[in-house]
């Protein structure tokens, strides 16, 4: 008869996923939504408490965010076997509260299972388990264990017995960072107990622990008076996969009397039918931490230490097992895990996950350019590919000299970025980019750790294979393009190549404005400006090309960063846009900049020319005129015939011209059309990007008409006045007071560089000014 207490904990464990993993709301929820959001979960605490659906949707919500927002996708595929593991956490909680000897019983009876079973199937016969949390626990325990076993007297007198013979922990250079000094901290050991091994630099892989240096290490510490302790070494290392020489590493361990402890990914493949020899060895070590979570897709379980010692009593005081039944129950997520799987499920998840690897490898031999690190090509779980292409074709013209200085830097950041596009493209492979110290940056695909919990697939690992073939020509052409534009902006004047070789593209620009007299400070405002809205002009352009400011952080100052770049794109047309739309912007900034002082003389001289207009009017009409009654009775019986003197005012120029030749010629309006631009002469296919070379006739193709074009779609987009246009009128007859108030308002109209002058508006007298 079933418990009905553990039917409704299944029950409830069923309704709880479904509810969080829903990612959507009741109904009747919506109008809670704002109530429940995480921004107000800092509050008093209710009073009447909440129900379970209550609870569960506001733990929903914090998992996937605001309703407006687009919900989080979940990484991990939760499977049956993952609820298992999920299920054994609420287990554990409630077989706490049983009566001691049930509580003892049962918790004996989880271990020992939990233990034979994993000891079988990863072919660790006659051997104790150590279940934790943090993958490092276990290794953390060993220590302390050995350190009780070489130090008879560590009990009683503690780290005096160490002072006198201070113990050697040493490990592979290849190992996870951080590890040593993790151990040092918690074991209250100084740094100088931990001994880097350097890894072969000439048999051998690079990745594997140098097994001479190390005999020669360790009687260099036991002459100094050290004793050796414990050896580290790595089944599959975290960047690369390699295994190191295991059986040569246990004869020197026997030979010195130290401790081996073997942990690492390919620990994995002893649960297959057929595993090399190097990893067998593995299982003649002391002890080796197994991650079953993560090779099997089982969220939530925990890491396991197996060991072999045989005084239970160090085992106990080093902290490998406890008297506490509750402690015991850390193994109950992953007992029902591995009986939900049986053997076969382990041993078919593990093997289907070295398979995607033989398949990647296999197809990485067909592709140009991708180099693969890797162990064993027969057996290796981990794949790690670059892309990698010869000197020669760095660059199709010019000197390779620049090139070749920084080739590991331009390389890595390729490689950065085709890591992030495959991991974008094709998530479900899992793919990510490591840094080694002798190849660089690469790719890595880690079935093992990633296929189990992403749902990973043959067809995806074709796709995988697919989308890196469609980013290789790009990584090509733009190493080679990248010496071209380099050597391209250098020929341009007002153009500053930027030097950053982390940049995945083209490389980084700067435009220069032309020498001027203002200071420095100045002088980098303007720089700043000018390179601000060049980008915001290129980005503008329908190209395929990218613009951006660069990385978020150590990214040149004032730069225009391009990115990638396909086969067909022409260099000198991109360089030749850049310096064509920059000297735009910087003329017509300076433009607008001096507009003002222009304004301002151009009105004080036309005040001055109307006083003196004024004057003379005064006395060619004579004073008896200015007088109102007498002067209207003189105009009527005899009129004054004044000639027109009007007068245009250049804005441009700054200066006061005679209307006379316009109103001679009737052609004032044509004078203010603006010349047009002449149209372009670059025949552009339809549907033809910027930048592109055409099919035929590429290298006849004219650079100043194909930045002519650009040129006019510039300027349609961001009109500039030109200095025939930019007139204002003015009336020869206003009091001065008027003038410059008009003037005032005429320098503020025209410092808007969005806005036309206005056109001249005519007198009663004809003058004007433009």
């Known amino acids: 008869m079933m418990d009905p207490i553990l039917t409704q904990m299944g029950n409830h464990l069923t309704d709880a996923m479904k509810i969080l993993e829903s990612g959507q709301m009741e109904p009747g929820q919506r109008t809670e939504k704002r109530r429940l959001s995480w921004r107000d979960i800092p509050g008093p605490l209710q009073g009447d408490g909440q129900d379970f659906v209550t609870i569960l949707q506001l733990v929903q919500n914090l998992m996937h965010g605001d309703e407006d927002k687009p919900p989080h996708r979940r ?45 079988r199937i990863f072919r660790y016969e006659n051997a104790s388990a150590y279940f934790h949390e943090d993958d490092r626990e276990g290794l953390l325990k060993v220590c302390r264990l050995v350190i009780n076993a070489r130090y008879e007297d560590y ?49 051998g892989s690079q990745h594997q622990m140098d097994v001479a240096l190390l005999d020669k290490l360790i009687k260099d510490d036991m002459d100094t008076g050290k004793i050796p302790l414990l050896l580290i070494a790595n089944a599959g290392t975290p960047g690369a996969g390699h295994t190191d020489k295991l059986s040569r590493l246990k004869e020197l361990c026997t030979q010195y009397d130290m401790w081996l402890h073997v942990e690492g990914v390919t620990l994995a493949t002893l649960a297959l039918g057929h595993v090399s020899s190097a990893v067998t060895a593995a299982t003649k070590s002391d002890s080796m931490t197994l991650t079953p979570g993560p ?282 846009t850049i310096v064509s739309i920059g000297r735009d912007i910087e003329e017509s900034g300076r433009l607008l900049e001096n507009m003002t002082e222009i304004v301002r003389k151009g009105i004080q001289e036309a005040e001055q020319q109307l006083q003196k207009a004024n004057e003379e009017k005064l006395i060619e009409e004579g004073v008896l005129r200015q007088i109102p009654l007498v002067g209207s009775m003189l105009n009527w019986f005899s009129p004054v015939q004044s000639s027109v003197k009007g007068r245009t005012f ?79 009128e003015v009336p020869q007859e206003f009091p001065e007071e008027s003038v410059s108030a008009e003037a005032a308002g005429l320098g503020e109209e025209t410092a808007s560089s969005d806005q036309r002058v206005p056109e001249g508006r005519e007198t009663e007298e004809g003058e004007s000014i433009r």
């Open 75 to 119: 990484m991990q595929y939760v499977g049956e076997q993952a609820h298992m593991a999920l299920l054994g956490h609420s287990l554990a909680a409630y077989i706490s509260v049983l009566d001691r000897d049930r509580l003892r019983k049962l918790t004996t009876r989880i271990l020992s299972d939990s233990t034979v079973w994993l000891c």
């Open 155 to 203: 009990a009683t007198d503690g780290f005096t017995v160490l002072s006198s013979r201070p113990p050697v922990i040493y490990h592979s250079a290849a190992c996870r960072p951080g590890l040593g000094q993790h151990l040092c901290s918690q074991l209250g050991l100084p740094l100088s107990s931990l001994c880097t091994v350097p890894c072969n630099t000439m048999f």
């Open 295 to 576: 090779w099997l897709g089982l969220p939530a379980v925990p890491a396991v230490t197996l060991y072999r010692h045989e005084d239970p009593a160090l085992s106990l005081a080093a902290g490998l097992t406890s008297s506490q039944p509750v402690e015991k129950l850390r193994a109950l997520p992953l007992w029902l895990s591995l009986q939900y799987l049986g053997h076969d499920g382990i041993v078919e998840r593990i093997k289907h996950a070295s398979q995607l690897s033989q398949q990647l490898l296999e197809q990485l031999k067909t592709l140009g350019s991708i180099k693969t690190s890797v162990e064993d090509e027969l057996n290796s779980p981990v794949v790690v590919f670059r892309f990698s292409q010869d000197n020669s074709a760095a660059s199709s013209g010019g000197s390779v000299e620049g090139y070749c200085a920084g080739e590991r830097e331009i390389h890595d950041a390729l490689n950065r970025w085709l890591g992030e596009q495959l991991a974008q493209r094709v998530p479900a492979s899992g793919v990510d980019v490591i840094e080694l110290e002798d190849e660089g940056t690469c790719v890595r695909f880690n079935p093992l750790m990633t296929a189990a919990a992403l749902g990973t697939q043959e067809t995806d690992v074709t796709a995988l294979v697919q989308k890196l073939a469609e980013t290789v020509p790009t990584l090509s052409s733009t190493l080679r393009l990248r010496q071209d534009f380099r050597e391209e902006v250098y020929h341009r004047a007002n153009l500053t190549f930027a030097e950053d070789l982390s940049w995945p593209g083209l490389g980084a620009v700067r435009y220069e404005p032309r020498g001027t007299d203002l200071d420095e400070s100045k002088r980098q405002q303007e720089s700043e400006k000018i390179n601000s809205d060049l980008l915001k002009k290129l980005k503008e352009l329908d190209t395929d090309l990218t613009f951006s400011t660069g990385p978020e952080f150590e990214a040149e100052q004032n730069c225009i960063y391009v990115g990638m770049a396909t086969e067909d794109v022409d260099v000198a047309e991109l360089v030749e």
């Open 650 to 728: 250049d804005l441009a120029a700054g200066s006061l011209d005679s209307t006379e030749p316009t109103y001679s010629t009737k052609a004032q309006r044509g004078m203010r059309d603006p010349p047009k631009t002449p149209a372009s002469t670059t025949k552009r296919q339809p549907g033809q990007k910027l930048f592109r070379r055409s099919a035929a006739g590429s290298d006849s193709m004219s650079e100043t008409s194909s930045v002519g074009q650009l040129e006019e779609s510039f300027s349609e987009q961001s009109p500039i006045p030109a200095p025939e246009e930019a007139v204002a």
